[in-house]
């Protein structure tokens, strides 16, 4: 069994559409994948209908998720949500907040980045976004675009779209004590995403965590492109502490970052365990 929990589609900053993410999951030999995209359930019902069209022979589970903007003393990061109802007010509310606040945000970088000199436009950004949940990778495709960087990943420095950099902007973000009530609240299993990506900036202390685990976290995804070993073990350790359990994904973005769908995976066993908790929705297919 071969299962990445997290992966986004063009409804939010990634570059597959959703049913090009289910292709790219088959292709790439996964038996599950979670649509996880930031702060909106957009993208899942043309994930379902790709899985459902799947030739026969061919399985793929989805998992429908999100992944929500959470911000705590200043720190950003990100809290997976798998399988909630997307119908649960309280939550849906809060996604909606989280999601309108980014095109305030999106607009001010845009500005920002045109003081500093780059010259990208707002339309521009929402020609790349389409219909997706608008964020700073979108703002990279336009740099890159205008040959300001040369990479989406070179846009992500001090100088312009990095936490604190010159053309950074905050935006709505939620408690993250917050949000595990409210996943829970709708049947959903919270995860903590890439709990010690220290590259994006600064990380949650381990007491966040423990107060994280105490109001509800099931797990910390702790196999991640953006954690060297020794975080790994660190990680792996706090989450034995915490007893929480611990998961592996690839959060592919098509072609905005270069990792690979299933370049990492989680444990069978964790995932049905996961799976077990969830009382908002059901795995789709396989
Ligand atoms: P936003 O949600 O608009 O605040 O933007 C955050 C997103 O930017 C993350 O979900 C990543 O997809 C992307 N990102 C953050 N840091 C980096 C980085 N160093 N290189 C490339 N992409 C990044
Ligand atoms: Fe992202
Ligand atoms: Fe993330
Ligand atoms: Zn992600």
Redesign the pocket.
Same mark, same amino acid.
């Given at each position: 069994m071969r299962i990445d929990l997290h992966a986004?589609s063009n409804a939010s900053?990634g570059t597959d559409s959703p049913a090009e993410l289910v292709a790219a999951a088959v292709a790439a030999g996964l038996d599950v994948v979670a649509l996880t995209d930031?702060d909106t359930v957009s993208g899942h019902a043309e994930a379902a209908g790709a899985v459902h069209a799947l030739a026969p022979g061919t399985r793929l589970t989805l998992v429908p998720g999100a992944?929500l903007?959470c911000q705590v003393g200043g720190i950003?990061m990100?809290l997976l949500a798998y399988l909630f109802d997307p119908a649960e007010p309280a939550f849906a509310r809060e996604r909606e907040l989280v999601r309108t606040d =980014?095109f305030r945000?999106g607009r001010a970088i845009v500005e920002r980045c045109r003081e500093l000199g780059a010259p990208i436009s707002w339309e521009q950004v929402e020609r790349i976004a389409g219909d997706g949940s608008?964020? =700073?990778?979108h703002i990279?495709s336009a740099l890159v675009e205008a040959g300001v960087v040369a990479s989406?990943?070179d846009?992500?420095t001090a100088d312009w779209?990095?936490?604190g950099g010159r053309a950074d902007v905050r935006?709505h973000e939620t408690d993250p004590v917050t949000a595990v009530r409210l996943v829970r609240a709708a049947g959903g299993v919270p995860v903590f995403a890439h709990p010690g990506a220290s590259? =994006?900036g600064h990380t949650v202390s381990d007491e966040v965590i423990a107060a994280l685990a105490e109001a509800g976290l099931a797990a910390l995804e702790v196999d991640h492109t953006d954690h060297d070993e020794p975080t790994r073990e660190r990680l792996r350790a706090l989450a034995a502490e915490l007893g929480l359990l611990t998961t592996g994904s690839s959060?592919y973005?098509g072609g =905005?970052?270069t990792v690979r769908l299933g370049e990492h995976t989680t444990d069978p066993a964790v995932y049905e365990a996961l799976v077990a908790q969830a009382t908002g929705a059901k795995p789709i297919g396989g």
């Open positions: 986004h900053d930031h992944e903007s950003s990100h =980014r945000r608008v964020g =700073r990778p990279a989406v990943s846009a992500f779209l990095a936490n935006k590259k =994006r959060d973005h =905005r970052k």
